[in-house]
């Protein structure tokens, strides 16, 4: 008996830092650039938070790390002469706090999480609206 509580007690141990969430971006977040309330589909947009960036073309979906900062997003379409700026503010992953006080009451998965950056989100959709340069 005393070695089925040491094998159960060692599991319970080892899964705390199963709660990590290591996924890059999950799904993903769609950007989607907007002009006179129209989506435009060629617009290139520049995504960056902290010291990662990434170019993506608009209406396309992008992996953005989950981190603790402000997302930039800046738009620009030279064929329509037009430009816009956004910024969002990362989010607590309702979820992953769940899991991780369901867990081990959100001791060392929470430690984890938010020292990694695991635990933060940004919008699955980011709309851009454009306003014309001229």
């Known amino acids: 008996m005393k070695a089925l509580i040491a094998i159960a007690a060692v599991a319970l141990v080892s899964l705390q ?7 890059f971006g999950g799904k993903g977040s769609k950007v989607v ?8 589909d060629f617009a290139n947009c520049k995504i960056k938070i902290g010291d990662w960036s990434k ?18 997003v800046t738009c620009e379409d030279e064929t329509l002469q037009a430009r816009g700026f956004r910024t969002f503010e990362s989010n607590v992953r309702k979820g ?3 899991a991780n006080i369901i867990t081990d009451f959100c001791t060392f998965s929470c430690l984890t999480d938010f020292a990694t950056g695991s ?11 454009m306003v014309s340069k001229k």
Do not use: W
């Not at 830092?17 to 996924?23: Q, S």
């Open 17 to 23: 830092g199963c709660a990590t969430i290591t996924d």
């Open 33 to 40: 650039a907007t002009y006179q309330g129209k989506n435009d």
């Open 55 to 72: 170019e993506v073309i608009s209406n396309t979906k992008v992996s953005i790390p989950h981190k603790r900062g402000i997302l930039e």
């Open 96 to 98: 992953a706090m769940t």
């Open 119 to 129: 635990i933060y989100e940004f919008p699955s959709e980011i709309v851009v609206p």
